[in-house]
């Protein structure tokens, strides 16, 4: 699982209203080298849940992104580079995600979070 | 011989049924009353309309050029080839994208049930590889000769020598060469050096005086006389399809021999991987489902689905991955969209996990693999730009009734993740084509349009929905709804009609039909006040409205039912009367 899709994932489970940002525990990180693609990255941005994806960055150990995005910052080759290091390089192999309103926990094993939910929750 | 020929002609029930299957399919994508199927349908039409430029074009837009044998060993020709392509019915129109997106065509393509005619200007070992990488075609032939009319009768059947037919003989050896190219290159069948083995496959469509085995016999009776080819049934090299249509001759040689094509370009791109990890010829095997998706129809609801044409950055998700065919076949196609696979079962994401390790690194670093539930996806409204999917049929995987369950609510929750910023695009899969279109209308979803698609003989259905923006503030109560704890599956309600007559009737106390929901309290009425039999006959009607519905009964049972209800009613009267004294009794 990489940070971009732990920005899509939410817990929709009964009763839950606000099922996002989870929360982020990390036990294996592994980096595998993806395309740089500036395109990609600047259409993925105003996609992004900024502030989300800020903080999981922060779990998984790449710090220093700025609270907004601005359009000069893409002019900026360091910052892309890091965005793409930590949006679609760095997968989380085994962890966990947290509700932030229920704290359900959700298993990932090899990179694959099991997001299914019991009979009662859904 | 009268007797014979009467016999080898085709039944005209035979031949009307194929028509009807033919007019059936095709009339859902000719329709002009449509919406209009966005760009890939526009594509065909335009190219459907362009004019012909030579005279030298048949009908079919097979090009015959004089220089006809212009081969070397560069495999470098430089005059017009045919080729000849078969694909699922129904999805030719995306043969003929393809095509015209990957290559330089001589004329426009042409098509018919299920096959489409093409000719490329020159062919070099490039454009043969090319060739081998398309994803939507099942098989490739490289025509021999194409634009022979022939009559019904058996004398013309015969004048079919490969001298005869256009090209002559030079376009025969001309495609032997290619075949001979393709199989050193691509694989497939034996390398087929000297003279080669050959079979005939004979394929006749239409009223004629002949049967296919007599195509078959003719065509193989002119390569051995004219090219002395040596015939052998059981262990060929070439396999040469003759085929009749209605009034068409073509003969053509089968490239890809064994695999479907769409297959190759799969194992291709899977063994290209194995290259880069140094591990040269070692890619496992696909892992498949127990259903799994075939590439071509997998392409086919991807390029639907409009990810060819979708924007850098596009979420593209099958909530229902199975093991992972629209990832595999989209990922290195359509490398501009990160790609989301899901499914509820452990097995067949760990295929999906196996089927995406061979995929290359650069398609296989697009796509991320999340174990969920269809019905409650977890994932945040507006994350997503396109749902492309396979839904289950109920015919292998679930039945009628876990079907009607699963679309709502499955319909639901792709409505929530397709909220507003996303592209709002989802193109399903289905062979329960009238309980989807059920659930389409209980749903934020509008269709945009169908394709008909035959799969292995079952007729299935390619929707492609929007939800519609306008409703989706309104609908998101409803489609919560679908989420609760009731199955949508809601009994019959009271018709209002009735409601009146069942308030009116007087509580008096434990009644003797009082248990019993409407029909009993309206005989009460009835038998007391004498006039209501309207709203009865309406309760009635209504109900037997929903049940022709659900599922329309036999004569036999409709004429069981019709006496039940004759014999309910008499003793329902009885009951009545009896309660009506019970009632006379108590008044006084």
């Known amino acids: 699982m990489r940070l971009l899709t732990h920005n899509m994932l939410a817990n929709n489970a009964k009763g839950v209203t606000k099922g996002f940002p989870l929360g982020l525990e990390v036990t294996a990180v592994e980096t595998k080298e993806a395309e740089f693609n500036p395109d990609f990255l600047k259409k993925m941005v105003p996609k992004l849940e900024w502030g989300a994806f800020c903080e999981a960055a922060a779990v998984i150990g790449v710090t220093g992104f700025p609270t907004a995005v601005t359009p000069d910052l893409f002019e900026d080759e360091a910052f892309l580079k890091k965005f793409h290091n930590a949006l679609l390089e760095v997968h989380v192999e085994e962890g966990v995600l947290i509700c932030p309103e229920s704290g359900r926990r959700f298993a990932i094993n090899k990179g694959i979070p099991n997001m299914l939910l019991n009979e009662d929750e859904c | ?588």
């Open chain 2, 1 to 588: 011989m009268k007797s014979l020929q009467f016999r080898r002609s085709p039944s005209p029930r035979t031949f009307s049924k194929v028509k009807g299957t033919r007019s059936y399919l095709f009339t859902a994508w000719t329709n002009p009353g449509k919406p209009s199927m966005g760009p890939v349908w526009a594509c065909v039409e335009e190219m459907v309309a362009a004019p012909v430029e030579s005279s030298e074009v048949d009908h079919r837009g097979f090009r015959y050029s004089e220089s006809a044998h212009e081969v070397n060993d560069a495999l470098d020709i430089s005059c017009d080839v045919n080729f000849w392509a078969t694909t699922h019915l129904g999805i030719e129109y995306l043969v003929i994208w393809e095509l015209s997106k990957k290559f330089e065509l001589a004329g426009t393509p042409t098509h018919t049930e299920g096959k489409v005619f093409f000719a490329l200007k020159g062919l070099s070992f490039e454009t043969l590889r090319a060739l081998s990488r398309l994803r939507s075609v099942e098989s490739l032939h490289v025509v021999c000769s194409g634009n022979c009319k022939i009559s019904t009768s058996v004398l013309d059947l015969e004048r079919m020598k490969p001298s005869a037919l256009p090209g002559g003989l030079a376009a025969w050896t001309r495609a032997l060469e290619i075949t001979r190219a393709w199989r050193s290159m691509i694989g497939g069948g034996n390398a087929c050096t000297g003279l080669p083995k050959f079979r005939v496959t004979g394929k006749r469509c239409g009223e004629h005086h002949f049967s296919s085995l007599d195509v078959a016999r003719v065509t193989a009776d002119g390569i051995v006389g004219e090219l002395n080819w040596v015939p052998n049934l059981t262990d060929f090299e070439l396999e040469v399809k003759a085929q009749v249509h209605h009034s068409d001759f073509t003969t053509g040689i089968l490239l890809n021999h064994g695999l479907p094509l769409w297959s190759v370009a799969l194992e291709a791109s899977r063994a290209l991987s194995g290259e880069e990890d140094d591990e040269a010829h070692s890619a496992p095997q696909r892992d498949l489902s127990y259903t799994p998706l075939k590439a071509d129809i997998a392409y086919g609801l991807v390029v639907t689905g409009g990810v060819a044409n979708a924007p850098c950055g596009s979420v593209v998700v099958d909530p229902m991955c199975g093991c992972g065919t629209v990832g595999e076949v989209a990922a290195p196609e359509f490398p501009q969209c990160f790609y989301l696979m899901g499914d509820t079962s452990k097995n067949v994401l760990k295929k999906a996990y196996r089927n995406r390790a061979g995929l290359p690194a650069h398609a296989a670093r697009r796509i991320d693999i999340v174990r969920w539930d269809v019905t409650c996806l977890p994932l945040r409204p507006g994350a997503v730009d396109i749902i492309v999917t396979d839904l289950p049929f109920g015919k292998k995987v679930g039945n009628s009734m876990t079907v009607e369950t699963l679309y709502p609510k499955a319909l639901a929750s792709f409505a929530k993740a397709l909220s507003p910023p996303s592209m709002n695009q989802a193109v399903l899969l289905t062979g329960a084509r009238k309980m989807l279109a059920m659930s389409v209308k209980r749903s934020a979803f509008v269709e945009m349009g169908t394709n008909n698609v035959s799969m292995g003989g079952m007729h299935v259905a390619m929707s492609r929905l929007k939800v519609s923006h306008d409703a989706a503030g309104t609908m998101s109560s409803e489609v919560l709804s679908w989420l609760g704890p009731q199955p949508p599956k809601v009994p019959p309600q009271i018709p209002p009609k009735s409601r009146p007559s069942a308030a009116e009737q007087p509580q008096t106390g434990p009644d003797a039909s009082a248990s019993l929901a409407v029909s009993p309290a309206t005989n009460v009425h009835d038998a007391a006040g004498g006039g209501e039999v309207g709203s009865e006959g309406g309760a009635r009607r209504h109900k037997t409205k929903w049940n022709s519905m659900k599922k329309k009964p036999s004569k036999k049972q409709a004429k069981q039912q019709a006496r039940w209800e004759a014999k309910m009613a008499a003793h329902r009267a009885q009951e009545s009367v009896a309660a009506d004294l019970m009632l006379s009794q108590d008044a006084p």
